[in-house]
């Protein structure tokens, strides 16, 4: 069946985090004067938000980003807009998250006589993140997708006061206008907190890279931070959009590795996770990389491969055979660099050896294999790997 933007409202739902710890507390620059409980219903709502969110786009599938999303492959190329690449099949899912993050973010919380956020228009001319604004923005985005995606944000129950997306609305900068929610109040609370939760990251590079693993995850914890930090994901919330098997595998394996002492870290978008072994500089403390971009992959560590007692000889052949294919190759990191491929010349840690069949080969680090987790033995294989791998 093909993929479509059900398809991606569905995954991208399913990644949104569940529920707020009990223990999690917010630090005071963004209380707004607002108890705990009062906080925790603005996250909550902002949740349920989301999900309706998810929900109309999936139902407005036919309407919304047709030409575009026809190109839609999940197995497709990620890079220079290719057709695997969601916001540029999907821009809507771009176009939102911007609008969304630009109201919280200049919009002034008021609490009394009524709960909304008060917009000053010539705040939204006002540039957040420079290096995203050169190529995704509400100042840049076209009059008329502006009026598109309000509109679809009035008909989820957002209410926009002193504005009307019925005929061209300017943003003047003499305007101001007031959002607030027709279903639940506590969604505008929610919405501040959130936009500031996605504002107090640093190492991001471009805020728009934020949008999919912070912003439309409803992602709070940045909230606890009284100055920014680097973005973290937890794997254990990630996984929920995985099949039960699948989750309940890197659960496992996730609670094997921290448990003897792996680091974890991953990509800013989330979708690649990395277990290392601590004070192992180079590529040599790779346990694994779990990748969750085109269905769910691992690549293991390969050090125990140099070893005479390996896994090489209890592996399928398919594995064997992409495995070597891999090998054969130049060095991963002197393509990506473009430097000439030379596995002599490449980093410190980089080359390893494995023997098969009497044959020795060679392989970069760098140039990684992917094997899918969509089978149970393929699945017992790699815990098995991986076991190896701490020995």
């Not at 604004?133 to 008909?155: D, H, P, T």
């Not at 990509?267 to 969750?292: A, P």
Request: glycine share 6%; proline share 5%.
């Amino acid at each position: 069946m093909k993929k479509d933007l059900t398809y991606v409202c569905n995954y991208l739902k399913a990644l949104v985090i569940p529920h707020t710890p009990d223990d999690f507390v917010v630090a005071e620059p963004f209380r707004h004067g607002l108890t705990d409980d009062e906080l925790r219903k603005g996250i909550a709502a902002f949740r349920e938000f989301l999900y309706a969110l998810f929900d109309r786009l999936a139902a407005e599938k036919d309407k919304i980003d047709v030409e575009t999303g026809r190109n839609y492959d999940p197995y497709g190329s990620l890079r220079d807009h290719g057709n695997g690449n969601i916001g540029h099949c999907f821009p809507s899912l771009c176009d939102l998250p911007m609008i969304l993050f630009t109201l919280g973010f200049h919009g002034r919380l008021e609490i009394s006589p009524e709960i909304k956020l008060t917009v000053h228009c010539k705040d939204l001319l006002t540039v957040i993140c420079p290096a995203t604004e050169k190529y995704q923005s509400f100042i840049r985005m076209k009059v008329e997708r502006k009026l598109e995606m309000f509109n679809f944000l009035s008909g989820l129950g957002l209410q926009f006061t002193g504005a009307s997306f019925s005929e061209i609305f300017t943003f003047a900068k003499n305007k101001t206008f007031h959002i607030t929610y027709s279903k639940n109040n506590f969604v505008v609370i929610g919405l501040k907190l959130i936009a500031e939760a996605m504002a107090n990251n640093k190492y991001y590079i471009k805020m728009q890279n934020l949008f999919k693993p912070a912003f439309l995850r409803c992602d709070f914890y940045p909230l606890a931070n009284t100055v920014p930090k680097k973005h973290v994901i937890l794997i254990r919330e990630f996984v929920n959009a995985e099949p039960p098997e699948i989750k309940k595998w890197i659960l496992d394996i996730d609670t094997f590795l921290t448990n003897n002492n792996c680091t974890i870290t991953h990509t800013i978008g989330g979708d690649e996770f990395i277990y290392t072994k601590r004070k192992i500089k180079n590529r040599k403390g790779m346990v694994c990389k779990i990748y969750f971009k085109k269905g769910c992959f691992i690549t293991p560590g390969v050090n125990h491969l140099e070893k005479p007692d390996n896994m090489i000889n209890v592996l399928p052949d398919d594995i064997v055979d992409l495995i070597k294919a891999k090998a054969e190759r130049e060095c991963g990191w002197c393509i990506y660099s473009r430097r000439n491929p030379d596995l002599i010349q490449c980093r410190p840690g980089c080359p390893f050896k494995f023997t098969h069949n009497g044959k020795e080969y060679t392989k970069c680090r760098y140039a990684e294999f992917q094997i899918p987790l969509d089978t149970a033995d393929n699945r017992k294989l790699m815990r098995k790997w991986l076991e190896m791998e701490m020995i």
